[in-house]
């Protein structure tokens, strides 16, 4: 029964390259947030999304960041033109559906700009 | 919007014996739920205890319990008997309750975190 899956679990990437991160959720979760954790602070919400749909974005920046969450496969939070700011773990956590109170979270993605 | 502060960046215990880490939250609601994380150095979030505010009981998992004071709107996690494995970053978590709230009200919030060390 595999939990929340994320890859790549570390991603380098110079200032201006795009970022592109996935996350799987658990079998049978519909529903998947975003969070970023930057060094020394706790994790901020930025996007929830459903199958298809983006439900609220907003913790989201306005400008570079896009996410989504294809009717199948994983979904993608997406950073264009990536700058040093942006290095951060990126979290994803799955719930099986709206009225669930439990997040499962992935292992992260550490995204390093250099 | 809710907040959540977590005042004690850092803290240390003894093996064996037992530490509280403190936590406060601000809200105008009257249904949610709190809930303390656990990040080791592998940075996983691991759920440790969750608590409906709408319980008055503490909630007790094993080495760990709460002490939930919703007037005070403070929500502290025991750890008895700590051990090396307990050694992580612990962040404590808001979450609204509405079944049929927004979008928005589904995320967690997130305090800063505490570091926890263990001291064998």
């Known amino acids: 029964n595999a939990g929340v899956m994320q890859n790549p679990r570390h991603l380098v990437r110079r200032r201006g390259q795009e970022a592109r991160l996935r996350c799987s959720p658990m079998?049978?979760?519909?529903?998947v947030y975003w969070y970023r954790q930057l060094p020394e602070e706790g994790l901020k919400f930025m996007v929830y999304?459903?199958?298809?749909?983006?439900?609220?974005e907003s913790g989201m920046p306005k400008e570079r960041f896009s996410a989504e969450f294809p009717k199948e496969g994983p979904s993608i939070l997406r950073i264009q033109q990536v700058v040093r700011g942006d290095s951060a773990a990126y979290f994803c956590?799955?719930?099986?559906?709206?009225?669930?109170?439990?997040?499962?979270f992935g292992p992260g993605t550490r995204l390093t700009v250099t | 919007a809710q907040t959540v502060t977590q005042s004690q960046p850092e803290m240390s215990v003894q093996e064996a014996e037992t530490v509280t880490l403190s936590c406060t939250y601000d809200t105008s609601e009257s249904d949610y739920y709190l809930f303390w994380y656990k990040q080791p150095p592998s940075r996983q979030m691991i759920l440790v205890i969750r608590?409906?505010?709408?319980?008055?009981q503490n909630a007790t998992e094993n080495r760990f319990s709460v002490n939930f004071q919703k007037a005070a709107k403070s929500f502290s996690l025991k750890i008895s008997d700590s051990q090396l494995g307990d050694a992580a970053m612990y962040f404590c978590?808001?979450?609204?309750?509405?079944?049929?709230?927004?979008?928005?009200?589904?995320?967690?919030?997130f305090g800063s975190g505490t570091q926890l060390t263990v001291l064998p």
């Open positions: 999304l459903q199958k298809e749909n983006i439900i609220d």
């Open positions: 978590a808001y979450r609204s309750y509405s079944l049929i709230s927004s979008g928005s009200a589904r995320q967690l919030t």
């Open positions: 079998k049978g979760h519909s529903h």
């Open positions: 956590a799955s719930s099986p559906g709206a009225a669930s109170y439990e997040q499962y």
């Open positions: 608590q409906e505010a709408y319980k008055q």
